[in-house]
């Protein structure tokens, strides 16, 4: 019984660490020839940075937004 519990322990630990990786992937880039509006419409990025709209942080590589600002 304990060996299933370890197997289950090892895959666990296996997500959380594939999942941890993909924050690398979150690095504000800026786009060439990208429209931004000018609405105030705060989201936070995958980054940690809060932009003043969506179309601001996909103008900087960010498509992985929450809407409103970052704590």
């Known amino acids: 019984m304990k060996v299933?519990?370890?197997?289950l322990l090892i895959v666990l630990l296996i997500v959380a660490f594939v999942a941890s990786c993909?924050?690398?992937d979150c690095i504000a880039k800026t786009k060439?020839?990208?429209v931004?509006?000018?609405e105030l419409?705060?989201?936070?990025?995958c980054n940690g940075v809060t932009y003043p709209n969506p179309s601001t942080?996909?103008?900087n590589n960010?498509?992985?937004y929450t809407?409103?600002?970052?704590?």
């Open 67 to 71: 809407m409103g600002a970052c704590n």
């Open 32 to 34: 060439e020839s990208c």
């Open 4 to 7: 299933k519990n370890v197997g």
């Open 57 to 59: 942080a996909e103008c």
């Open 22 to 24: 993909s924050k690398n």
């Open 36 to 38: 931004v509006t000018f």
């Open 62 to 64: 960010i498509d992985d």
């Open 41 to 45: 419409n705060r989201v936070c990025g």
